[in-house]
């Protein structure tokens, strides 16, 4: 079984693509809604909540932790591969292959605050983006209205008019969604955004990674998705952000 965690539901842009690959694999995934957003606090806390939120998916039969949360991994990673003796996945903002694409030497990088102010990101720049302009931008408001289910419409389209507008006057020319969250905004940026500009997210290579690793196959696979915010709203938000999944969600306590 894989086990998954995210802030709340923009780490089922990587189950997703995970399930498209392994679909005879069985996923447990927390939502952490309560806690959400993450991207707000300190590195502390969120290394002690997904330690927490990883001993508890490893007593249910973890034998393979995806961090579907940009800010927890780049966070909390390296303390969870030290604490746990199962394999992790983690993710972070693709400035490798935004840096490989750009012709304007420029790229936009779209995160949550936690990970763009921390060393870990400054590495990732240096190490693939050294000679590129790179213009940073926290989005809160794309977590929250992707929480709330609000894909497209107006207030979708100023939020991604406020938080690409210096990095379009910057010229830059590949964007970064470095959040799990904001791949459910991708149809509404493409609309919003000139046709020259590329949008990277990484759910995709995360999924190889996972499959690369052979997770147990079963004959009855199953996909939770565990909630320890309210199960009334994952219930609504499930349809429209994963239509289809055979998913059932399921609400759990945490102190
Ligand atoms: N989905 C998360 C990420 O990839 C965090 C969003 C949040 O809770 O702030 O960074």
Same mark, same amino acid.
């Given at each position: 079984?894989?086990?998954?965690?995210?802030?709340?539901?923009?780490?089922?842009?990587?189950?997703?693509?995970?399930?498209?690959?392994?679909?005879?694999?069985?996923?447990?995934?927390?939502?952490?809604?309560?806690?959400?957003?993450?991207?707000?606090?300190?590195?502390?806390?969120?290394?002690?909540?997904?330690?927490?939120? %990883? #001993? =508890?998916?490893? $007593?249910?039969?973890?034998? *393979?932790?995806?961090?579907?949360c940009?800010?927890?991994? &780049?966070?909390? !990673?390296?303390?969870?591969?030290?604490?746990?003796?199962?394999?992790?996945?983690?993710?972070?903002?693709?400035?490798?292959?935004?840096a490989?694409?750009t012709?304007t030497?420029?790229?936009?990088?779209?995160? %949550? #605050? =936690?990970?763009? $102010?921390?060393?870990?990101? *400054?590495?990732?720049?240096?190490?693939?983006?050294?000679? &590129?302009?790179? !213009?940073?931008?926290?989005?809160?408001k794309?977590?929250?209205?992707?929480?709330?289910?609000t894909?497209?419409?107006?207030?979708?389209?100023?939020?991604?008019?406020?938080?690409?507008?210096?990095?379009?006057?910057?010229?830059?020319?590949?964007?970064?969604?470095?959040?799990?969250?904001?791949?459910?905004?991708?149809p509404?940026?493409?609309?919003?955004?000139?046709?020259?500009?590329?949008?990277?997210?990484?759910?995709?290579?995360?999924?190889?990674?996972?499959?690369?690793?052979?997770?147990?196959?079963?004959?009855?696979?199953?996909?939770?998705?565990?909630?320890?915010?309210?199960?009334?709203?994952?219930?609504?938000?499930?349809?429209?952000?994963?239509?289809?999944?055979?998913?059932?969600?399921?609400?759990?306590f945490?102190?």
């Amino acid at each position: 079984m894989i086990g998954m965690i995210d802030s709340g539901v923009g780490g089922l842009s990587v189950l997703r693509e995970i399930h498209a690959l392994l679909p005879d694999t069985s996923i447990q995934y927390i939502a952490d809604t309560a806690w959400c957003p993450y991207g707000v606090r300190s590195a502390e806390e969120i290394r002690d909540r997904t330690s927490a939120l %990883t #001993e =508890l998916l490893i $007593k249910r039969g973890a034998e *393979l932790i995806v961090i579907a949360c940009n800010s927890a991994t &780049l966070a909390a !990673i390296e303390a969870l591969r030290a604490q746990f003796p199962v394999p992790f996945i983690g993710m972070e903002p693709g400035v490798k292959p935004a840096a490989a694409l750009t012709k304007t030497d420029t790229i936009g990088v779209l995160a %949550t #605050e =936690l990970s763009l $102010k921390g060393d870990k990101f *400054l590495h990732l720049v240096s190490a693939h983006a050294r000679d &590129l302009r790179v !213009i940073t931008q926290p989005c809160p408001k794309f977590v929250e209205l992707v929480e709330a289910g609000t894909l497209e419409g107006e207030l979708v389209e100023s939020a991604i008019t406020e938080y690409t507008h210096d990095m379009m006057a910057a010229s830059a020319d590949v964007l970064i969604l470095g959040c799990s969250h904001y791949p459910f905004l991708r149809p509404a940026l493409e609309t919003t955004l000139p046709d020259h500009i590329q949008l990277i997210d990484t759910g995709s290579a995360i999924a190889r990674r996972a499959a690369k690793l052979k997770p147990q196959k079963t004959t009855s696979p199953s996909i939770s998705i565990l909630t320890t915010g309210s199960l009334e709203k994952i219930n609504s938000l499930l349809p429209k952000l994963t239509p289809g999944l055979p998913a059932e969600c399921q609400p759990l306590f945490m102190s």
